[in-house]
């Protein structure tokens, strides 16, 4: 009896070491996966074509039009983020223009590539990829805990 409440005493306290280990590497392949997309930009690049190509209904030409674009706006901001780490370690002393300065290159990229969008999606395709543009540059926002989101609405109406 008293072999077989032991035994189940530590089947269940194996249970529980099991279950916190999960939780650990489930966090640590999100970042994997999100050093990956920086190294690489081309697979980020096909899948946010194929999610547009899904969600605005994109002939071919289009979802590769808007590939190149992504491929486009990310190799940008990889070439910014890169700079701005080589002015970081020379001059830590002005961060602040710096990080002024790498935030209006980001806008720059930011308008070149909705310009590009609306060359390429007709305009009930673009106003419906500008709507979920916003949105996800919202809960973007909120992943990262921006207090002052200027994404934000006024949802007083609703």
């Known amino acids: 009896m008293k072999n077989i409440s032991l035994l189940l005493v530590m089947l ?12 650990n590497k489930g966090k ?22 194929d999610k547009m190509a899904t969600r605005l209904s994109l002939n071919a030409e289009q979802k590769e ?4 674009a992504q491929m486009k706006r990310l190799e940008a901001q990889k070439e910014l983020m890169a700079d ?3 002015d970081m370690a020379d001059d830590p002393e ?14 720059k990229i930011q308008a070149d590539f ?4 609306k060359e390429i999606l007709n305009e009930s395709q673009y106003a419906k990829w500008e709507v979920m543009h916003e ?3 919202k809960m973007q926002g909120k992943k990262k ?3 002052n989101d200027k994404t934000k609405k006024d949802d007083s109406n609703w």
């Open 12 to 23: 269940f306290l194996s249970f529980g070491a099991f279950a916190q280990v999960d939780k």
């Open 84 to 86: 701005h780490m080589e």
């Open 65 to 68: 039009n808007i590939k190149k």
């Open 145 to 147: 805990g921006y207090k």
């Open 114 to 117: 909705k310009e590009e969008m």
């Open 28 to 49: 640590a392949k999100g970042h994997e996966k999100q050093a990956m997309m920086m190294n690489d930009p081309e697979p980020h690049a096909m899948m946010y074509a």
């Open 94 to 107: 002005d961060m602040a223009d710096e990080r002024a300065n790498m935030n209006k290159q980001k806008m």
């Open 135 to 137: 949105r996800e540059m």
